[in-house]
């Protein structure tokens, strides 16, 4: 279906308690995403917010090389409300971990990354502010790059019957018996 489930959590850092990032992300490839347990509290003369979230999030799969193929799963989340002239997101890289015990089936996680930026849309959205037609607003990127656990197991898996069958005809044709050998084909 070209989507994938995540589960996991957000933080902020803000110099005040009005501008509360979590509360304006948006999820842009997101297709069912919820958020629970929001939370902020007053750490060190910063504020300090937590948000877990919950959903599904699209990715186009390519599997020309499968079973040996590998993927890099994105979620890409936007500021909906302040443009980087009030808000800009950093990624908490040194911070921000896979939860080790994680079990992703026949997946193994090669790769874990959080991109910060921004992105410019080609208008204003109305506001009577920004000049020249476009707006800018923060962006950050995570993305999760996997591959399969055993590439050789699925071939394997998904070749056998072809090779099994492949055997069977070719043992039909070893039959001179004609009876047998019509007996053989259709076996196969």
Same mark, same amino acid.
């Given at each position: 279906?070209?989507?994938?489930?995540?589960?996991?959590?957000?933080?902020?850092?803000?110099?005040? #308690?009005?501008?509360?990032?979590?509360?304006?992300?948006?999820?842009?490839?997101?297709?069912?995403?919820?958020?629970?347990?929001?939370?902020?509290?007053?750490?060190?003369?910063?504020?300090?917010?937590?948000?877990?979230? #919950?959903?599904?999030?699209?990715?186009?799969?390519?599997?020309?090389?499968?079973?040996?193929?590998?993927?890099?799963?994105?979620?890409?989340?936007?500021?909906?409300?302040?443009?980087?002239?009030?808000?800009?997101?950093?990624?908490?890289?040194?911070?921000?971990?896979?939860?080790?015990?994680?079990?992703?089936?026949?997946?193994?996680?090669?790769?874990?990354?959080?991109?910060?930026?921004?992105?410019?849309?080609?208008?204003?959205?109305?506001?009577?502010?920004?000049?020249?037609?476009?707006?800018?607003?923060?962006?950050?990127?995570?993305?999760?790059?996997?591959?399969?656990?055993?590439?050789?197991?699925?071939?394997?898996?998904?070749?056998?019957?072809?090779?099994?069958?492949?055997?069977?005809?070719?043992?039909?044709?070893?039959?001179?018996?004609?009876?047998?050998?019509?007996?053989?084909?259709?076996?196969?």
């Amino acid at each position: 279906k070209d989507t994938f489930d995540a589960d996991f959590w957000l933080w902020s850092i803000c110099p005040d #308690k009005d501008t509360e990032p979590l509360k304006t992300i948006e999820f842009v490839n997101g297709h069912d995403v919820g958020t629970s347990l929001y939370s902020i509290m007053e750490k060190d003369k910063q504020w300090w917010a937590t948000l877990k979230v #919950k959903g599904t999030f699209h990715h186009d799969f390519s599997l020309q090389n499968y079973p040996f193929d590998d993927q890099t799963l994105t979620i890409d989340m936007e500021e909906a409300t302040l443009d980087t002239r009030d808000l800009v997101y950093t990624g908490d890289n040194s911070e921000s971990k896979i939860e080790p015990a994680l079990n992703l089936n026949s997946w193994r996680i090669r790769s874990f990354e959080l991109k910060a930026g921004s992105v410019t849309h080609p208008t204003t959205f109305g506001d009577p502010t920004l000049q020249g037609g476009d707006s800018t607003y923060a962006q950050l990127q995570l993305k999760i790059g996997i591959d399969r656990n055993s590439p050789w197991g699925e071939f394997l898996k998904s070749t056998f019957a072809v090779f099994i069958a492949a055997c069977l005809a070719l043992v039909s044709l070893l039959i001179t018996d004609g009876r047998v050998g019509l007996l053989g084909a259709t076996m196969f």
